[in-house]
């Protein structure tokens, strides 16, 4: 099967650019060594620390139109790229994991959250995936990567693989989605066939995947934290002097 993406080992060499993930899976913080001439495309603010001899360049990549997309996608309206000689750490803004996957030509969706980082090979677009995409990510505009080259991709937990036989059958929870091949045959449907029993077990709406196709999920989900800490969280002083009166 044509897997699109080959997960790699925490520490290595990829098309050029050496690569080591550290603190995996809660606090992972990738560090890579680029060579002279070598550029690596990051989301804006991703950087943690940089070599005396890299070079950052940040732009509206794509003009303006490129960049109402990328924020319409729920990403930074630029982009920054760093070009060696020299080491480069990148972390995600959201506590978790950073897996380094090689893409191998097939392209592949990931959802706006889901992407850190890639390779000089990988052109990353932002295209518009409508509503089914919406369900599928929480935004409308979907990441396409394509080409060959090396992809690091986070998640809020730890980021899991699932392989897809031909004709195998398999929902995802839509908040916990990450990446997944671009013409993957897929719907977006309750969990169940009650409104009310996909609503009160929590699932609500879940993407099914029809294989042959390799997922990667994230085993968190940041919405649902959102929602558990939300009961303790302080109340604001309007809601505190109403109650007084």
Known sequence: MDTAVRMLPDQGQAHGLGYRIDFRPTAALATLTLPAGHTVRAESGAMVSMGGDVTLDSSMEGGLWGAVKRTAGGRSGFVSRFSGPGELALAPPAPGDVVPV???????????????????????????????????????FVLQASGTGLVLLSAFGALAHRTLAPGERHLVDTGHLIAWPADTDYTIRKATRSLFRSMTSGAGLVAEFTGPADLLLQTRDLRALATALTPHLPKTQSTTDDSDR
């Open 102 to 140: 090689e893409l191998t030509g097939r392209p592949y969706a990931i959802a706006a959250h889901g992407y850190l980082a890639s390779s000089d090979g990988v052109e990353i677009e932002t295209g518009w995936g409508g509503a089914k995409s919406f369900f599928a990510s929480q935004s409308a």
